[in-house]
């Protein structure tokens, strides 16, 4: 089993920023993938930025995000980072970390941070 922590949730106005950070613990092998999710009530979850742990760390940022945010991590900690800049009100929501070997699933998560932006 892999455990996920976030932190770094908030409220902030548009404009300013927030740094989530996601700590794994547990039955960690690598390679793996540290993503973050968001959703809001009533929507799917989306996908809004994956890492991986191989050198070089290949990172994906969904459109919606890119220019904006930035997902880092620290092998070394088991830790991945989300920088948010630029934060819109669209970008209220609610963070997910998630982990997984391969595949097309994540079966881990972690318990979620609330990220709300005011106008």
């Known amino acids: 089993q892999v455990q996920l922590v976030e932190s770094g949730g908030g409220l902030v106005q548009a404009g300013g920023s927030l740094r989530l950070s996601c700590e794994a613990s547990?039955?960690?092998?690598?390679?793996?993938?540290m993503a973050w999710f968001r959703q809001v009530p009533g929507k799917e979850r989306e996908l809004v930025a994956r890492?991986?742990?191989?050198?070089?760390?290949?990172?994906y940022l969904a459109d919606s995000v890119k220019g904006r945010f930035t997902i880092s991590r620290d092998n070394a900690k088991n830790t991945v980072y989300l920088q948010m800049d630029s934060l819109k009100p669209e970008d209220t929501a609610v963070y997910y970390c998630?982990?997984?070997?391969?595949?097309?699933?994540?079966?881990?998560w972690g318990q979620g941070t609330q990220v709300t932006v005011s106008s």
């Open positions: 890492i991986s742990s191989w050198s070089g760390g290949a990172t």
């Open positions: 998630a982990s997984k070997r391969s595949g097309s699933t994540y079966p881990y």
């Open positions: 547990g039955d960690i092998y690598f390679p793996y993938i």
